[in-house]
């Protein structure tokens, strides 16, 4: 069996199917919480500023003309395309169908609430997984990785980065004897860890590390508790 054979049968023989996080042993039911709302200010201002300069270059044509000077070419131009072209034209056609593409696009991003990276947290005295605990866990982070906002009644509504959470739990993951590695990938319903071990048996390690992420999940405390899917393997050169 060549190198290659020994990495592929590591890599299959510890591949682990994720599972969600409502089980006995991971605690508390999910909460039903609203996402945060992007803001959008940039968005919105650049969007204003193209309508107000398109219908400020029209209006000053429409004026000219008006006052007995030629139109811009470019209307010109468009105007005798629009008068001599069919409605059942490809060029017509075409562009009727990416305008419109275009406003229900900007309709859905519009209705979207936006801030795909920062994961709802519960609120104080729903469950186990918040509170002091899940506070001190994630201020062991990267800094920057909390975001709170008032919410309706005065209560406050807290919320991670995905980027933060995976670096807490990738340090929770290179607690674990054998683990030399990991990365750890966090999405809003599945977290993804992948870790690289250069002693125990793989069984051994991914039960370990399935654990102690689990354990690293609830005390984040979020709204939702993702499903988690380990994936251990050993290099060839570790395996000798």
């Given at each position: 069996m060549n190198a290659d054979q020994k990495m592929r049968q590591s890599t299959s023989a510890s591949a682990y199917?994720?599972?969600?996080?409502?089980?006995?042993?991971?605690g508390d039911p999910p909460v039903r919480m609203r996402r945060f709302w992007s803001v959008r200010r940039v968005p919105a201002g650049i969007v204003a500023l193209v309508i107000a300069a398109v219908s400020g270059l029209l209006?000053?044509?429409?004026?000219?003309?008006?006052?007995?000077?030629?139109?811009?070419?470019?209307?010109?131009?468009?105007?005798?395309?629009?008068?001599?072209?069919?409605?059942?034209?490809?060029w017509i056609m075409g562009g009727a169908a990416a305008l419109a593409a275009l406003g229900v696009l900007m309709v859905v991003l519009a209705l979207a609430p936006g801030l795909r990276g920062l994961l709802p947290m519960r609120p104080p005295g729903t469950g186990t997984g918040t509170g002091t605990g899940a506070e001190a866990e994630v201020g062991a982070g990267p800094g920057k990785g909390v975001e709170a906002g008032a919410g309706t009644g005065g209560a406050v509504r807290a919320g991670i980065d995905r980027t933060s959470a995976g670096l807490v739990l990738r340090d929770r993951a290179m607690e674990v004897p054998g683990v030399r590695s990991a990365r750890v990938d966090v999405g809003r319903r599945r977290v993804r860890a992948r870790a690289l071990a250069h002693f125990r048996d793989l069984d051994e390690v991914r039960a370990d590390l399935d654990t102690a992420l689990h354990e690293g999940i609830r005390q984040l405390g979020l709204a939702r508790r993702p499903a988690l899917s380990v994936r251990v393997r050993r290099s060839a050169k570790s395996k000798g």
């Open positions: 199917g994720g599972r969600a996080g409502t089980g006995a042993r991971d209006l000053y044509d429409v004026a000219a003309v008006r006052s007995g000077r030629p139109a811009m070419r470019w209307r010109e131009w468009l105007a005798d395309e629009l008068a001599s072209r069919p409605l059942d034209d490809e």
